[in-house]
C-alpha cells in the first residue's frame, strides 16, 4: 500500500490525536491496560517550533498517520510518530520517519534525537534500522524537560527508555523526480556498447533500502554469466539507484552526476558478471 506523505494541514489536526491514542492502545497487548494520559492537543503541538506530517493511502485521502517533530537549537527531536492500528505494517511509519528526517535536513538540523522503549520491536529496533544509534542521556535544558516528564508518568515501570540519535545529511537535497530524471540523463549518456548486451532489465530508482542499509545502487538479478536456463518469462532483474545515500554524498550537480554515473557502471557491470574487486580495480567501486 503506497504512502503519501505531506504537511499536515488544518483539515487534518483534528485528527492527530485520535491517531495517537489508537496506536498507543496497542501497547495494551505488552504492558497491558495502561492510561498514558490524554495525548497533547493540537494547541500544544502547534505551540512548539517544528512542523507535523501526515500519511495518507491515496492522494486525497484521510490522515493514516502522523510525524511531530520539535525543532531545538539546531536540533530536530522526534517527539511522536504515530500510526493507526488498521494501517499498520503497509511502510507507513517508514514514509513518515524518513520524510521527517528529509523535511529536518531541509530545515537546517544536524541530527534528529528520540526517546522510546528498548525492547519493543516497533520502538528502538525499528529506529535501530532506520539509522538511529542509543546514545547517553543528554544533559540540555530541552532534553532534561523530556526526563522530567518521562518520571513523572513513570514511564520506566513499563521498560528501559532510551535516547537515540541520527545524524542527518548535510549533502544536497533534490526531490524524487528531479533525481530520476538526473538518473535517466547519465543513463542515455553511457556507451551504446555498455547498455545494447542488457537483456530484461530495468533501472529503478528508490529513497532508500528497506532494511536502511547504506548503499549507492543494487544489481537485483542473476548475472549474465550465471543465467544457464534463464527463461523468456523470468521477470525483469532490476538495477537500483538509491536517491538518498547520492544526495548525502554530494554538493554539487555535478558531483551528483559523477557518482550517479560511476553507480550506473558499477551495477551494470554486476549484470556482466564482474564482482566487486574487478570492479574496484577498474576505478568503479
Known sequence: MPSHV???????????????????????????????????????????????????????????????????????????????????????????????????????????????????????????????????????????????????LDLAKHGRRVHMERRLPRGMRMDAEAFEALVIDELDRLPDDMVDGLENVVFVVEDEPEDGEDLFGLYDGLALTERGQYGMAELPDRIIVYRRAHLAACETEGELREEIHTTL?????????????????????
Not at 274 to 280: A, M, Y
Request: charged share 25%; glycine share 8%.
Open 6 to 152: 505531506r504537511p499536515a494541514t488544518d483539515a487534518d489536526l483534528d485528527v492527530l490525536a485520535s491517531i495517537e491514542a489508537a496506536a498507543d492502545a496497542a501497547f495494551s497487548d505488552v504492558f497491558g491496560r495502561v492510561d498514558w494520559g490524554a495525548p497533547p492537543s493540537v494547541r500544544e503541538r502547534l505551540s512548539e517550533p517544528g512542523f507535523i506530517l501526515v500519511a495518507t493511502e491515496a492522494e486525497d485521502g484521510p490522515a493514516v498517520g502522523f510525524a511531530h517533530v520539535i525543532e531545538h537549537d539546531g536540533v530536530a527531536h522526534l517527539e511522536q510518530l504515530s500510526v493507526l492500528p488498521a494501517h499498520g505494517r503497509r511502510g507507513h511509519g517508514r514514509a513518515l520517519l524518513n520524510a521527517a528526517l528529509d523535511e529536518a535536513a531541509d530545515r537546517g538540523a544536524t541530527r534528529m534525537t528520540l526517546r522510546t522503549y528498548a525492547d519493543i520491536p516497533w520502538n528502538a529496533p525499528f529506529y535501530a534500522s532506520a539509522g538511529f544509534e542509543e546514545r547517553p542521556d543528554p544533559d540540555d535544558d530541552f532534553h532534561a524537560g523530556l526526563l522530567a516528564a518521562e518520571v513523572r
Open 265 to 285: 557502471v558499477h551495477e551494470i557491470g554486476h549484470y556482466y558478471g564482474i564482482d566487486d574487486r574487478q570492479l574496484h580495480e577498474l576505478g568503479w567501486a
